[in-house]
């Protein structure tokens, strides 16, 4: 028996492990969760049973778990409403300096294959003239008003917003040192320093590359599945959770600062 970790990859990205995670990883086997995190930015294993404490323990292998008051760490379709709309591409905390390192979700209650999260990668190499109009150039971005989290942000030209911030168009993953697009469908108001419209059909054109079958995994949810993501290295989105059963989800953030949209900045 070897002291490591069974795994395969997902198509296009990403990684599955076996694994029954309610039980401490080696150290051997320790090292290679965080390897494989940081070189494919998404982890799956399914068939898992742990309790919120269990599964901080094994997102802390990351890095420090964060704590956010107003939240239990769950994600439930229940209330209806933003709960359970449609959410467009982002990540989690983008429009801060301290963008969330990751994220995690452990189904407990899901009808299976009825809902799904879709993630795309955005460490990507996007067409020269579009890598050259990024580079070096920085963005607006939000915290879009809670009843236009489906809609794209660029097509509005003074969007509602809970939070704004500036933020590079490309952001350098400190997990692995690559470079990531750093634009994003929800929370990209504009590009700066170029016109309403020109700013908005770059987006669009930067769009189609981001959000192309072929750079996007989606995660049909079943029961008892946990899903880790590197928050930096890829987006993620779902579509409306209002007709898909019940639906929750345990969440843990690993991250070092809480800034949300209801959480007043210090």
């Known amino acids: ?12 990205f990403g990684v599955e492990i076996e694994r029954d995670l309610s039980q ?3 150290p051997a086997e320790t090292e290679q969760f965080r390897s494989l995190f940081n ?7 399914r068939g898992q049973a742990l309790s919120m404490e269990r599964q901080r323990d094994v997102c802390a292998l990351l890095g420090p778990i964060l704590l956010r ?3 239990n760490g769950f994600m439930t379709n229940e209330g209806g409403g933003p709960s359970a709309s449609e959410l467009n591409w982002h990540a989690d905390a983008a429009y801060t300096e301290h963008p969330f390192d990751a994220l995690s979700l452990h189904a407990l209650h899901v009808v299976d294959g009825a809902s799904s999260t879709r993630f ?28 236009v989290l489906a809609e794209v942000t660029c097509d509005v030209r003074d969007p509602l917003a809970q939070k704004r911030g500036v933020m590079p168009a490309l952001y350098r993953n400190p997990h692995n040192g690559r470079t990531c697009v750093w634009v994003n469908a929800m929370q990209t108001a504009r590009l700066l320093d170029m016109d309403w419209e020109h700013s908005r059909d770059s987006l669009h054109a930067i769009y189609d590359h981001l959000y192309a079958p072929a750079n996007v995994y989606e995660h049909r949810w079943h029961q008892g599945d946990l899903v880790i993501w590197d928050n930096i290295a890829l987006q993620h989105m779902r579509g409306n959770v209002e007709g898909v059963g019940k639906r929750v989800l345990q969440r843990v953030i690993v991250g070092t600062e809480g800034v949300a949209p209801h959480v007043q900045a210090g």
Request: charged share 30%; aromatic share 4%.
């Open 39 to 45: 070189t494919h930015g998404l982890v799956i294993a």
């Open 69 to 71: 008051e107003g939240e």
């Open 1 to 12: 028996m070897t002291d490591s970790l069974t795994w395969r990859a997902l198509e296009p």
């Open 24 to 26: 401490p990883l080696s």
């Open 120 to 147: 795309a990668r955005a460490e990507i190499e996007l067409p020269d003239d579009l890598r050259d109009l990024l580079d070096g150039r920085e963005q607006e971005m939000i915290a879009p008003h809670y009843t």
